[in-house]
């Protein structure tokens, strides 16, 4: 049996988004995580695809969210959907409400950073789970950073900053 067209696959990826439920929602966005490799001849064009069919108050919602899917797996798949977002000035302008959001994972995940080297270095040996916790964290500092410079960086923020 031959493994799903890309089209298939992205045709099934969009419908899941375009559920009626949140749950239908995670399903599409964790198959594009897992299942979508990114190319140069397909990035731009599956981003406007994505982020014309995904509601805009889900993506929100999942980022303030309390309720977890995993062990902070919401916050991971909230803020590496907004950072694939975020590579376009005119997406990521759509989304400049959630900088305050996006700045507290940032500095929640840099201070578990910092308590994990601090454990690393009181503990002689590392177990999987710190060590993919770890990296889990640097993944959403640097999801949280590139929000942020595109927010920073959008037409948008600097018109709110020149009438402050």
Not at 52 to 81: I, P, W
Not at 96 to 120: G, I, R
Request: proline fraction near 2%; glycine fraction near 2%; aromatic fraction near 6%.
């Amino acid at each position: 049996m031959n493994p799903p067209s890309t089209t298939n696959l992205d045709d099934a990826i969009l419908k899941h988004l375009a559920g009626s439920s949140d749950k239908h929602r995670v399903v599409g966005l964790l198959m594009l995580t897992k299942h979508v490799y990114l190319q140069s001849n397909n990035i731009n064009s599956l981003r406007k695809s994505v982020y014309d069919t995904l509601d805009k108050s889900f993506l929100r919602r999942l980022l303030v969210t309390n309720t977890k899917v995993g062990d902070s797996a919401t916050d991971e798949l909230a803020l590496s959907m907004l950072s694939f977002f975020c590579h376009d000035s005119s997406m990521a302008s759509s989304y400049l409400d959630t900088m305050p959001t996006v700045c507290q994972k940032w500095k929640k995940d840099v201070t578990l950073l910092e308590e994990y080297k601090l454990s690393t270095a009181t503990a002689a040996a590392t177990t999987t789970t710190t060590t993919t916790s770890k990296m889990t964290s640097k993944q959403k500092i640097i999801d949280a950073m590139t929000c942020v410079l595109a927010f920073l960086s959008s037409k948008s923020a600097t018109s709110l900053l020149q009438q402050q």
